[in-house]
Structures are given as structure tokens and as C-alpha cells.
């Protein structure tokens, strides 16, 4: 059944906080009884100029990181589902990836297909889930994103490694990461989770101080290797490796040759991954 993509409203957010898990053994595996399908009439063209003016890419193009802002709406509306043994409130975003097989046409229909997969619980017990979104236009990928969520924390098994956490890479820049940044990037991706708007409501949900969104991160970073390079991402991946706070100054670092990036933060990474440019 093709549903229209649901907006990222009130009373969604709050039926994500108050939803729960299921009680019992987790399954594993994917669950056939969670694949959704939406359909986006078009591209609203006000809110995507919105999402450029903020990041800082160029006006009237679709930058492939907007589209997490689609995915998301499907994949919120996907957890909701009963189907999901987790409680939304609480999951952890740890990894990202975007692939763009064509740029999209705003002004078509786009069709998004999401599947659910639970992994195995780790060593620590663990659990994590898989989000894969498809997005087609006449039949023909656009976009795929792939989200790996932790639904349900375990025991710490061992620490990283040596230099686990070490910078690699040239300085490309930085950006500043404003007090208000948090509920200006909400405002648009309709992302109003606690943790990224006040310090009151971050100790709330059990933070000392407010974080920004991670997919800002990654879209600014993306903004900025474009401005560099004069090149377009065509594809991303993070790792979110520690939160960013509000009022912090992270720096992007790049290593053209191994394709790889990484924001920096107090001498250390907080996000890495890979990077493609058209």
C-alpha cells in the first residue's frame, strides 16, 4: 500500500517519545511486516531553499543531504509502526550513508521504499536496527540512505584503540555551531528532539548540555568541500563518533586521495567517513 510521505508534525514527535518497546525476546532479521512505501508529490521548493540558505549551499539545487530530511519522514513514520519492538525516544543515530544514482526532478513524484533489519545483539547486548530507503522517480533510483540506529544499549566490550580518535587530513574550514542553531536547524528538518534545543530540555532527556543535529554536521560539511572544490557530493557516509554541543567550533578535514573526511572537535573526531564529489 503507497501511503503520502507524512510531515514531520507535533503530534508524531510526540507519540515517538511516548511509544513502547515490546516486551520479550528482540527478533532478528528483517521484518517483512515493516517495509513502507510513500509517496512525495514533489519537492516543496520554499522549504528546500530554506534547507540551502541554512547550510550555505547553492540557491535552487537539491544537495544530496536534503534528502535525509525526505528519509527521515518515512523513517519516523516506519518506527511508529507496531510492528517495531523499540522505544523511538532513547535510539542513538551512529551511522549514515547517502547515494545519489541521478539528481532528483523537484518538480516529480518520488517514491520511497524502506526496509527494517535488526541485527544480532553484540557482545555487550547491544541491539541495533538498519533503516534502508530507496527513493525512485518513473521507476529509476534517485537516492538510496541507509541509517543505522542503536535501539537498545549494552555493556561497554573494550575501549578503541591508540589514536582511535586522532584527526587525519588537510584543514578545509570550520563553521560555528550557534546557541540557537539547534531549534533554526529543527525549524527546517522538523527534528524536535529535546537534546538539540535548550540545556533545560537536554537535562531532561539526561545530557548536560544541548547537542547539534548529526545530519547538520554532515550537511555542512558537505556545504563546505562543495564551496572548495566547485564539485558536487554525490555520496556520504558518517560515523557518529561523540556528540557535537551547541556553541562549539567543529573544523572539517579532508583527505582527497583516500576520499575520506572528518569533522574535528577539541583535537579529536567526532564525525568521519567517506565522501564522493561529481
Excluded at 501511503?3 to 532479521?29: I, S, T, Y
Excluded at 547491544?126 to 521507476?139: H, N, P, R, S, Y
Excluded at 537516492?143 to 584543514?171: H, L, N, P, W
Amino acid at each position: 500500500m503507497i501511503a503520502p510521505l507524512p510531515p514531520m508534525r507535533a503530534a508524531r514527535l510526540l507519540a515517538a517519545l511516548f511509544k513502547r518497546g515490546a516486551a520479550g525476546d528482540v527478533p532478528e532479521g528483517r521484518i517483512d511486516a515493516l517495509q513502507t512505501v510513500f509517496l512525495l508529490a514533489r519537492i516543496d521548493a520554499r522549504h528546500l531553499a530554506r534547507y540551502n540558505t541554512l547550510l550555505g549551499f547553492a540557491p535552487a539545487r537539491v544537495p544530496l543531504t536534503y534528502y535525509y530530511l525526505l528519509t527521515q519522514r518515512a523513517h519516523l513514520a516506519t518506527l511508529l509502526a507496531p510492528a517495531f519492538p523499540f522505544r523511538v525516544a532513547g535510539m542513538i543515530h551512529v551511522e549514515n550513508s547517502l547515494v545519489e544514482a541521478q539528481p532528483a526532478d523537484p518538480a516529480r513524484p518520488l517514491l520511497l521504499t524502506t526496509t527494517v533489519t535488526i541485527a544480532p545483539l553484540s557482545a555487550g547486548g547491544a541491539a541495533f536496527c538498519e533503516l534502508l530507503t530507496v527513493a525512485a522517480q518513473d521507476g529509476a533510483t534517485v537516492f538510496t540512505c541507509v541509517s543505522k540506529y542503536m535501539a537498545r544499549r549494552g555493556t561497554r566490550q573494550g575501549a578503541g584503540g591508540a589514536g582511535d580518535d586522532a584527526i587525519e587530513g588537510k584543514r578545509i574550514g570550520g563553521w560555528a555551531v550557534g546557541g540557537s542553531l539547534g531549534r533554526a536547524y529543527a525549524r527546517v528538518s522538523g527534528d524536535w528532539n529535546p537534546i538539540h534545543l535548550w540545556r533545560w530540555s537536554a537535562r531532561l532527556m539526561g545530557l548536560r548540555r544541548p547537542i547539534i543535529h548529526g545530519m547538520h554536521s554532515v550537511a555542512a560539511a558537505c556545504a563546505l568541500l562543495e564551496h572548495t572544490t566547485a564539485r558536487r557530493v554525490t555520496a556520504v557516509s558518517a560515523r557518529f563518533r561523540a556528540p557535537i554541543t551547541l556553541r562549539a567550533r567543529p573544523t572539517l578535514y579532508f583527505s582527497g586521495d583516500h576520499h575520506r573526511y572528518c569533522i574535528g572537535l577539541d583535537g579529536r573526531r567526532v564525525v568521519d567517513g567517506s565522501v564522493s564529489l561529481g
